[in-house]
């Protein structure tokens, strides 16, 4: 099993609409998980595509 890039916690406390929490599932974090390292992939694979070893917000 690998090692989760998102913290749920954060997460929860941010997922408010007017200050009001939100319920999260399980779900969604799996499916942010999973959008979340698909994102940081392409982010590598363009940096590394301008002979960079830095992942920077223009890769973005």
């Known amino acids: 099993m690998t090692k989760s ?4 916690s954060q997460v929860k406390e941010l997922a408010k ?3 009001k929490p939100l ?10 998980e999973e ?3 698909k994102v940081i992939e392409e982010a590598c694979k363009r ?3 301008n002979s960079r070893n830095t992942i ?3 890769d973005l």
């Open 5 to 8: 890039v998102i913290v749920k």
């Open 17 to 19: 609409i007017e200050n």
């Open 23 to 32: 319920s999260v599932s399980e779900e969604f974090y799996t499916a942010l």
């Open 35 to 37: 959008k979340t390292k």
């Open 47 to 49: 940096a590394r595509q």
């Open 56 to 58: 920077m917000a223009r």
